[in-house]
């Protein structure tokens, strides 16, 4: 008896050191940006679609749990409809989670404050990020302004846009890189667009690598707004982590105070093939014991 015990002690051992040392499961999107090489713009071609599948299939093995899209154009998804797209991306094992879009104001809307020209653009575009599953929509890129009454106006506009959205169920935000640091006037663009915009319609993408590079500190920003970051760009000069200029440490252990409930990796560049690329960033972030299972409250 006691042989037999021991035997079976010591296969429940072999058997559980394997789960043991699997590398968790956490909530982690990846920004499609990341394989534009990869997959291009319009996918609706046969040959384009199938590697745009194999593609998302081996995002999905990766570890990666959703994706943040990055061209919406004439009412698609990298050419595909709104609910083939979601159809795409669910069928891969992932989940549709926020898209980069916008639209920049006319001269005459800065001028009159009166954006509903551009607003008829986003009433449709809501409509179809709707129809394609996303939780949030974001505005990649806004440049410098010239003065501070067209920043003033983008405030507005994106209040507007952001009060379009949560009547849809989404939220809005808005992306930076690193000129958003610069002056307008006598104000720093990004301290401007955070407390010129409302909470309640706009919140506010972090990209931490673009932060940095602007000679700024991320975790600063979200003990100086906190509860304005719900997505964080999570962002390298190249595969996540292998720079040493990010403190992604410091940057997770203070996600609560930020607002955080999803991350996003995205890669621009790259010192190895891009797939492998990929794979190195998220493999980082799921070894990593600072980063959670997950964000979404």
């Known amino acids: 008896m006691k042989k037999q015990t021991l035997f079976i002690f010591l296969l429940a051992c072999i058997i559980a050191v394997p789960t043991s040392l699997k590398a968790q499961k956490k909530d982690i999107a990846v920004q499609m940006y990341s394989v534009r090489d990869l997959i291009g713009?319009?996918?609706?071609?046969?040959?384009?679609?199938?590697?745009?599948?194999?593609?998302?299939?081996?995002?999905?093995?990766?570890?990666?749990?959703?994706v943040e899209a990055a061209n919406y154009n004439n009412g698609k998804f990298y050419g595909r409809t709104p609910k083939e797209f979601k159809k795409d991306i669910e069928t891969a094992g992932m989940r549709v989670l926020s898209s980069h879009t916008g639209k920049g104001l006319s001269e005459a809307e800065i001028a009159s404050g009166?954006?509903?020209?551009?607003?008829?653009?986003?009433?449709?575009?809501?409509?179809?990020?709707?129809?394609?599953?996303?939780?949030?929509?974001?505005?990649?890129?806004?440049?410098?302004?010239?003065?501070?009454?067209?920043?003033q106006a983008y405030c507005d506009y994106f209040n507007e846009i952001g009060k379009r959205c949560k009547a849809n169920g989404m939220k809005y935000g808005y992306h930076n890189h690193s000129h958003e640091f610069q002056k307008v006037e006598d104000q720093t663009m990004y301290d401007y667009m955070?407390?010129?915009?409302?909470?309640?319609?706009?919140?506010?993408?972090?990209?931490?690598?673009?932060?940095?590079?602007?000679?700024?500190?991320?975790v600063a920003y979200f003990k100086k707004y906190p509860g304005r970051?719900?997505?964080?760009?999570?962002?390298?000069?190249?595969?996540?982590?292998?720079s040493g200029m990010v403190g992604f440490d410091a940057i997770f252990n203070?996600?609560?105070?930020?607002?955080?409930?999803?991350?996003?990796?995205?890669?621009?560049?790259?010192?190895?093939?891009?797939?492998?690329?990929?794979?190195?960033?998220?493999?980082?972030?799921?070894?990593?014991?600072?980063?959670?299972?997950?964000?979404?409250?």
């Open 41 to 66: 713009g319009d996918v609706s071609q046969p040959d384009k679609y199938k590697t745009y599948t194999t593609i998302l299939k081996n995002l999905a093995n990766m570890g990666y749990t959703a």
């Open 114 to 151: 009166d954006f509903s020209e551009s607003l008829k653009w986003w009433d449709q575009a809501i409509k179809d990020h709707k129809e394609a599953g996303m939780s949030y929509i974001v505005t990649p890129y806004l440049g410098v302004p010239k003065t501070l009454k067209e920043l």
């Open 194 to 218: 955070i407390t010129h915009t409302n909470p309640e319609y706009v919140f506010f993408e972090m990209d931490v690598y673009w932060v940095v590079r602007g000679q700024n500190s991320p």
């Open 229 to 242: 970051f719900h997505i964080l760009h999570i962002k390298d000069d190249r595969e996540i982590g292998q």
């Open 254 to 297: 203070n996600t609560k105070t930020a607002g955080v409930e999803n991350i996003v990796v995205e890669v621009e560049r790259y010192n190895l093939p891009v797939e492998e690329s990929v794979k190195a960033s998220i493999d980082y972030l799921l070894k990593a014991p600072f980063v959670k299972a997950s964000y979404s409250k």
